[in-house]
């Protein structure tokens, strides 16, 4: 009976040990920082990218022609950048 | 036409041409090598989990240590309510992978340097994510966009950014892939054409260049998998974990 007691402490707190690792949540991997530096750099192209077509498509969409395009634009810009200082953040907490 | 640094991307057809109802169906080099690693993966998974051992051996270790790896990024970035999805990003992790290095053997044919590939995996993973939240959250996924302490005045403006923001997601995951996977294959095809064309002289030293570059070509092939693996787990820790 003291064998399974014992047993049942030592899952309670291996369990124990499980949650509070799985909560604090970082990715202070191995290799990580140059793969941001990778995911940085696309993700402030994308953003303008993907900004851009969403503009071109409710121009197509709404005949509006250049209009559209270029508030899109700009507002992809700002979302790239919002990105970057967000992941920034992120990083600098972590340190 | 050997020495075009872009012709080591050209699909071609092995076998006979199979079309059914219109769609060319044929099998490609690039499904050629789709097929090659994911036997290469499954081979390898199966020699290492055939004995178990405590001492292990090469392909236990080496699977224990993939197993491990996946395992323990999952944990850490999405927390441990998205171990259910550990096979499905293991298996894209391995099939990443196993498509960069399979591409790194002379004359093979590297599938991950057609974006049409990357861009498939990255809007399934976008759809399936999407998913997921809506799954999970409902109509409450939406608050996704709609961050918390904004100015009322400045929350449209914010709201389309983050809807930007989130469309891109697709987009730059694979355009990740695809690019640094073709322009390193073309530089390497650049100052392997300039060893021969500069001969016994003057070809040392882009010979030099091209057994750097063969060295940093396969930290990209495994970075680049490693992030596409990580940002996976990044977008299942938004849709399973939503907090602003």
């Not at chain 1, 750099?41 to 270029?70: E, M, Q």
């Not at chain 2, 690693?37 to 051992?53: M, V």
């Not at chain 2, 790194?104 to 759809?127: D, G, R, W």
């Not at chain 2, 970075?223 to 602003?244: E, G, K, P, R």
Request: charge should be positive; include cysteine.
């Amino acid at each position: 009976m003291t064998n399974l007691n014992n047993f049942k402490t030592r899952l309670k707190i291996a369990k124990d040990k499980l949650k509070s690792s799985s909560k604090n949540i970082d990715n202070s991997g191995n290799n990580s920082s140059m793969g941001s530096a990778f995911k940085l750099s696309t993700d402030l192209v994308a953003h303008v990218a993907v900004g851009t077509i969403i503009g071109f498509i409710l121009d197509n969409w709404f005949d509006t022609k250049p209009w559209l395009i270029i508030i899109f634009f700009f507002l992809g810009s700002a979302a790239g950048i919002l990105n970057v200082i967000k992941t920034a953040k992120k990083m600098q907490e972590k340190e | 036409m050997a020495t075009n640094p872009m012709h080591q991307f050209q699909v071609h057809r092995i076998g006979p041409e199979i079309k059914i109802a219109g769609i060319d169906l044929s099998f490609t080099n690039a499904s050629l090598f789709m097929l090659l690693s994911a036997i290469a993966i499954c081979g390898l998974l199966f020699l290492g989990t055939r004995e178990k051992k405590i001492i292990p051996n090469k392909f236990q270790l080496i699977s224990e240590m993939f197993y491990n790896f996946i395992a323990k990024m999952i944990n850490d970035t999405a927390g441990s309510k998205a171990k259910p999805y550990f096979p499905f990003i293991f298996s894209l992790f391995m099939f990443v992978l196993f498509c960069n290095m399979l591409g790194m053997l002379p004359y093979s044919f590297t599938v991950t340097s057609h974006i049409i590939v990357t861009l498939l995996m990255a809007i399934f993973i976008f759809i399936a994510v999407t998913v997921i939240g809506f799954l999970k959250h409902g109509l409450g996924y939406l608050k996704l966009f709609v961050p918390s302490g904004v100015p009322i005045f400045l929350l449209p403006l914010i709201t389309v950014i983050e809807i930007i923001s989130y469309l891109s997601r697709p987009v730059s995951l694979s355009v990740r892939l695809f690019a640094n996977m073709m322009a390193g294959h073309t530089m390497l095809k650049v100052f392997g054409g300039f060893v021969i064309s500069l001969g016994m002289l003057g070809g040392w030293l882009p010979l030099g260049f091209s057994v750097a570059l063969t060295g940093l070509e396969i930290l990209v092939a495994f970075l680049q998998a490693y992030v596409f693996a990580i940002l996976t787990c990044i977008y299942l820790n938004d849709a399973l974990n939503l907090h602003h």
